[in-house]
């Protein structure tokens, strides 16, 4: 409507006519826009306060502005406050206000006159920005770098934050809304004098009280009033730290040696440790060798583990120094970091600090325990735990095997037949062979839990003796039988026959009947040397001398004839 009628009236005087149209629906401006007023709070609707400003309209103003973030606001009817105008009046009637850029504002102005003297300005560190930190300076926010912290870099500023602090403003730039400060401006200039006057007095060997100031990794600067020292973590305590936090918080209180001074470079070394008793003196007769101890673990590495055996007193154990059974193991899969163990003392080098220590020994060997309970014949039980081309590895205690060797499955299969009777995993009883404590060694034996069916028959035999034998095989080389069904004997190709020309294997079958003669008895392998040859060259002999010799006019078919048929008659 307010349109239709700028439309019909003169449009000489349209301009003017148009303005004052604005300002009766508007109002006029008053230039309070970008100002700071003062308002009276009339009510609180809800979560904003409704302010009088002396203005048209009222302005309404969020309670959140009105406290610090989290706290609850403490504004009634009738407070009278300080307001930003960020616009007099928008086209809904309402001014537009704001305490926060009040604040903002008053800040401004107080912190502009303390930069032009010079002077420090308190504030708050609350946040974390790329490069450093945000700095609550009382309603405006400024810069501060991560250089300008401290005089030394620090690493955690946690204990820093939310605590007021002073601070030298290095730049303002009120158009572009940027503060830039530094804690470390201040600290170094409050320090300097403090700094020349400790330095002039300080000698090596003082005891100083002062204040953790930071913690590193690699020790703790303690604040001596005025100038820090460093405390290296390996001069806390006589005890092992892995870190100096363990020992130490910021802002504790601590008294320190002066264990090393720089004038040049005005470096302070300190140490807390030098002011207790060193525990290592007389540790020899404390920690006598072959002793038996019972330890902290307090740390572990690839070539053992340290054990603490008192505050202050360590000893290492060499990884082979710590299992009998787990070879090849990392420490850790063995001990855990704060494990309580019992260790022996195996040597002490006192002047170099150096301890010693065996695990396993304090346990026993297991393989003398093993013995004393099982002796050689005795019968075991265990699970195949593993299985090799050479014999079974069977589990007869926590951390111990005993194997028993492919030749000692079966008195009659062979070896190989025996094992793939085995699957890992079996529960098999076993008798124990040998046990070899000094190689770590135990022997089992299946077979053995059976007597030898072949052992009656290798009691009767005799080198020279005569036997019958039945063909099992023939080979290229020779031929294999048995005898009594249970002892395996072996003929080679040259000893199958006299005449050359009958040392052929193949005239033999398996299954047929041969007499041989026994040339070596092999008890172990439970196995015969056999020879055809032999018996039919001590026929020959024997014959010769029996029904004369070819000088006489008989031949040696004649003479072997006769002793065949004399020998033919007494088998009858």
Not at 163 to 183: C, E, H, Y
Not at 199 to 217: R, Y
Not at 337 to 358: A, F, H, N, Y
Not at 496 to 508: K, V
């Amino acid at each position: 409507m307010a349109s239709a009628t700028m439309l019909d009236r003169p449009s000489s005087g349209g301009m003017e006519d148009f303005a004052a149209l604005l300002d009766e629906t508007l109002g006029p401006d008053t230039g309070f826009a970008g100002s700071v007023v003062t308002g009276r709070v009339v009510r609180i609707d809800d979560d904003v306060a409704v302010v009088d400003v002396g203005l048209k309209s009222e302005g309404r103003v969020p309670l959140r502005e009105f406290a610090p973030q989290g706290a609850k606001p403490e504004v009634k009817p009738g407070d009278t406050v300080e307001l930003f105008v960020e616009r007099y009046e928008d086209r809904d009637g309402t001014i537009v206000l704001s305490r926060e850029k009040a604040r903002r504002e008053e800040a401004w102005t107080n912190l502009e006159k303390l930069f032009q003297a010079q002077q420090r300005v308190n504030g708050t560190i609350f946040g974390r920005v790329k490069g450093g930190f945000t700095v609550d300076l009382g309603g405006a926010v400024a810069f501060l770098p991560g250089s300008q912290v401290d005089i030394r870099p620090v690493r955690d500023v946690g204990p820093l934050m939310g605590s007021p602090q002073p601070f030298q403003i290095l730049k303002m730039d009120r158009a572009r809304g940027n503060i830039v400060v530094s804690r470390r401006a201040v600290l170094e200039e409050t320090r300097a004098e403090q700094r020349s006057e400790l330095i002039q007095g300080l000698k090596e060997g003082m005891i100083l009280d002062g204040v953790v100031k930071n913690i590193t990794d690699y020790g703790a600067f303690v604040d001596l009033g005025g100038v820090d020292g460093l405390l290296h973590v390996t001069d806390i305590a006589w005890r092992r730290i892995n870190h100096p936090s363990e020992a130490l918080t910021i802002g504790q209180p601590v008294r320190v040696q002066v264990i090393r001074f720089n004038p040049e470079t005005q470096r302070i070394s300190l140490g807390m440790k030098q002011l207790a008793a060193d525990p290592w003196d007389g540790v020899a007769v404390k920690y006598p060798v072959n002793g038996k101890f019972s330890g902290r673990v307090t740390n572990i590495t690839d070539y053992g583990a340290f054990v603490e055996l008192e505050p202050g007193v360590e000893g290492l154990v060499h990884v082979s120094e710590m299992s009998w059974t787990k070879k090849n193991v990392h420490p850790g899969k063995i001990v855990a970091t704060s494990q309580e163990v019992d260790v022996l003392i195996l040597d002490v080098d006192e002047p170099k600090r150096r301890i010693s220590l065996g695990l396993k020994q304090a346990q026993g060997n297991p393989w003398e325990v093993f013995l004393e309970n099982n002796a050689p014949g005795s019968v075991v039980e265990g699970e195949i735990r593993n299985i090799t081309e050479f014999g079974l590895f069977i589990g007869i205690g926590p951390d111990l095997d005993g194997m028993v060797h492919m030749s000692d499955l079966s008195w009659d299969l062979p070896a190989e037949v025996a094992m793939g009777a085995y699957k890992k995993g079996d529960i098999v009883k076993a008798k124990v062979l040998d046990v070899d404590v000094e190689k770590e060694r135990i022997s089992l034996g299946i077979k053995q839990l059976e007597s030898d069916p072949a052992a009656e028959v290798l009691d009767k035999i005799r080198k020279g003796e005569v036997v019958t034998c039945t063909v099992t095989k023939v080979e290229a080389n020779g031929i294999e039988v048995k005898v009594d069904e249970v002892l395996t004997g072996f003929i080679r190709r040259a000893e199958l026959a006299r005449d050359r020309g009958d040392q052929r294997p193949e005239r033999f079958a398996v299954g047929e009947t041969v007499d041989a003669k026994v040339t070596a008895v092999d008890r172990a392998a439970r196995r015969l040397t056999l020879t055809i040859k032999g018996k039919e060259v001590e026929e020959e002999r024997q014959a010769m001398q029996e029904y004369g010799t070819s000088d006489s006019g008989a031949s040696l078919g004649d003479i072997l004839g006769a002793a065949i048929r004399r020998r033919n008659v007494g088998e009858e």
